[in-house]
T-cell receptor
Framework: AQSVTQPDIHITVSEGASLELRCNYS??????LFWYVQSPGQGLQLLLK??????LVQGIKGFEAEFKRSQSSFNLRKPSVHWSDAAEYFC????????????FGTGTKLQVIP | NAGVMQNPRHLVRRRGQEARLRCSPM?????VYWYRQLPEEGLKFMVY????????ESGMPKERFSAEFPKEGPSILRIQQVVRGDSAAYFC????????????FGPGTRLTVT
């Protein structure tokens, strides 16, 4: 069965600092990989996704993620964090091909301090 | 193009009452997914429906929970005889095709059972 691990429950960074959120997945083959962001009281917004090709994926709001097959990782990065980035971030996976339900990680809450 | 709509946004029910959660997918989308988010947890898949059909309900509790997506009207997630443990945020997502990467999420319904 597919699974997603986000080892960091909470992360605090200073505004302007760089950010990296970790995500590891477990699946027999390369799955679809996603990062979502959830602001308090809101639904989920897709930041970026990876299917194949270039392992460095650019998303919205200045985020990027790098797929590393050897490490089964899909870490999210941003070079300079803004206060508005404070939210909860979810990594998710879904197997390639046809319908497959999405499996989410437990999320990482990001706090941004001035 | 309006996004995925969910109502009500907040719902309070006493133990033993019924909860009905509605989800209107994006225009042109005929696939609906329901997820539940318990406090401090990620989203867990519940059910996947197409118009008039339940495709995958492997994440639905066996009792008290049901879902439908009629030919006309919104998708409904129904919880009978609610208990405190049903308190959670329930999110609906929709897609045009059955591909996971096209899922767009609604703002959620926050159910509180008193």
């Amino acid at each position: 069965a597919q699974s997603v691990t986000q080892p960091d429950i909470h992360i605090t960074v200073s505004e302007g600092a760089s950010l990296e959120l970790r995500c590891n997945y477990s699946y027999g083959a390369t799955p679809y990989l996603f990062w979502y962001v959830q602001s308090p009281g809101q639904g989920l917004q897709l930041l970026l996704k990876y299917f194949s090709g270039d392992t460095l994926v650019q998303g919205i709001k200045g985020f990027e993620a790098e797929f590393k097959r050897s490490q089964s990782s899909f870490n999210l990065r941003k070079p300079s964090v803004h206060w508005s980035d404070a939210a909860e971030y979810f990594c998710a996976v879904a197997p390639l091909g046809g319908y497959q339900k999405v499996t989410f990680g437990t999320g990482t809450k990001l706090q941004v301090i001035p | 193009n309006a996004g995925v709509m969910q109502n009500p946004r907040h719902l309070v029910r006493r133990r033993g009452q019924e909860a009905r959660l509605r989800c209107s997918p994006m225009k042109g989308h005929s696939h609906v997914y329901w997820y539940r988010q318990l406090p401090e947890e990620g989203l867990k898949f519940m059910v996947y429906l197409q118009k008039e059909n339940i495709i995958d309900e492997s994440g639905m509790p066996k009792e008290r929970f049901s879902a439908e997506f009629p030919k006309e009207g919104p998708s409904i997630l129904r919880i009978q005889q609610v208990v405190r443990g049903d308190s959670a945020a329930y999110f609906c997502a929709s897609s045009r095709e059955s591909y996971a990467y096209e899922q767009y999420f609604g703002p959620g319904t926050r159910l509180t059972v008193t």
